[in-house]
């Protein structure tokens, strides 16, 4: 079984491609957080952070560009693959993805109502035209 299960901050506002046909791609960095600890010898373990690669397709990438920006908080699941490519010096280069299937959002938005609930969005959701958001979060960021 390939699945990952990943809750974390986003690293920066996504990247969003437009093809011919329609197809919509759009990529987020996602950081997540184990918290550091103290050993009883008195040994300090840190925070440690790891990056992750998002790929969203279609509809919730179209989702992702319209919500999701930079410090917000995101539980995804999804599948991860690693590709490879040649860089300009001919050096084969590996990258590691999570193609995300589902993801809920959060972080509270500040229009919403106090009582905001997680939003979750299903692959095959169809959001209407871009939009921007305002409102900056609020989380203790990890970077």
């Known amino acids: 079984m ?20 329609g197809r919509a791609v759009a990529q987020v960095t996602l950081a997540t957080t184990e918290r550091g600890y103290t050993l009883q010898n008195g040994t300090v373990v840190p925070d440690r952070t790891e990056w992750h690669n998002l790929v969203f397709r279609n509809g919730m990438a179209q989702t992702v ?23 300009q010096s001919g050096i084969k280069r590996y990258v590691t993805e999570i193609y ?19 939003q979750s969005v299903a692959p095959s959701a169809q959001p209407a035209a871009p939009a921007q958001q305002v409102a900056e979060p ?3 960021l990890p970077f």
């Open 65 to 87: 560009e319209k919500y999701v920006h930079k410090g917000d908080k995101l539980y995804v699941e999804g599948k991860i693959f690693t590709r490879s490519y040649d860089d």
């Open 100 to 118: 995300v299937d589902e993801m809920e959002m959060l972080t509270p938005k500040s229009n919403q109502s106090a009582s905001a609930a997680p």
């Open 138 to 140: 609020t989380d203790d």
């Open 2 to 21: 390939n699945k990952a299960i990943l809750i974390g901050n986003v690293g920066r506002d996504p990247n969003v491609r437009y093809f011919e046909d």
